[in-house]
């Protein structure tokens, strides 16, 4: 009996204990889970503030970008506008370049063509060298025609020559040459003086001529018939020439006299 009540006891005692041990266990296992919950519930609370940080600063970028878009809009409309402009002035600017060519062109056609002109005026002045005057001329005026020189550089030219001519009033000068006289090839010395007179010694002293400006132009006087002339003529040579002494001497010339009206 005493053996039964032993047994009974001991079965007692460890159902008990058994039933301490499952509690203690399920208590702590409530308690893991419970942590657990608290972790995964702290996690998630993270996640979602994350998450809303996220969408705030998404909305924040959108309303940032959708402003800096509104701003390029702005700035491309702006751009449209003032490369219309442009567009515009350029094409005024090119028309009025245009305008101004034309006018340069015209204006160096016109020019070349007045330069021309003058050639004959050339041909008729003093017969000194107008046949170097004449082509110079004409080429200034080919070249200009040609595009070849601005109009300044031809107006610089023409009257860099007409400077020249004019230059020839101021001077005397004695050369050396040939005249060809009534189908004759005359050796001898020229006079100038200025562009009013000049006279031709030949040089075996036989042949005196003097240039005569008259209504048709220049043409060359022989006066070795006339001995007072000729004397005239062969001493202001000598002068001119520093063979004597210097002094006043006589030359002849001639006024033009305009043609009578028909």
């Known amino acids: 009996m005493r053996i039964l009540i032993l047994l ?9 204990a058994f039933a301490q041990e499952t509690v203690e266990s399920v208590r702590k296992q409530i308690k893991a889970v419970e942590e657990e919950a608290k972790r995964e519930k702290a996690l998630h609370d993270a996640e979602k503030k994350r998450h809303a940080d996220f969408i705030a600063a998404g909305k924040e970028k959108v309303v940032s970008l959708n402003s800096q878009m509104k701003a390029v809009k702005a700035d491309i409309d702006s ?29 160096q056609s016109d020019l070349a063509k007045f330069l021309l002109t003058l050639v004959p005026a050339v041909e008729a002045d003093f017969p000194y060298r107008n046949e170097e005057a004449v082509a ?36 005397t000068e004695v050369w050396k040459g040939t005249l060809n006289f009534e189908s004759r090839q005359i050796s001898g010395t020229y006079l100038r003086y200025g562009t009013v007179a000049s006279i031709f010694v030949s040089t ?27 004397s005239m003529l062969k001493e202001a040579m000598k002068v001119a020439e520093g063979k004597t002494a210097p002094k006043l001497v006589l030359i002849p010339v001639s006024l033009p006299v305009a043609k009578e009206a028909k």
Not at 91 to 102: G, I, Q, R, V
Not at 204 to 230: F, P, Q
């Open 79 to 107: 751009m449209k506008h003032e490369i219309s402009r442009l567009a515009d002035a350029r094409e005024k600017a090119a028309s009025t370049t245009k305008w101004f060519e034309n006018k340069k062109l015209k204006y």
């Open 136 to 171: 110079s001329l004409s080429e200034v005026a080919e070249q200009l025609k040609k595009g070849v020189i601005t109009a300044d550089d031809a107006l610089g030219r023409v009257l860099e020559l007409f400077s020249e001519r004019i230059r020839l009033g101021y001077t």
């Open 8 to 16: 009974g006891f001991l079965c007692s005692f460890a159902v008990n």
């Open 204 to 230: 075996d002293g036989n042949d005196c001529l003097w240039l005569e400006h008259n209504a048709d132009g220049y043409s060359w006087k022989n006066v070795s018939h006339d001995m007072e002339m000729r």
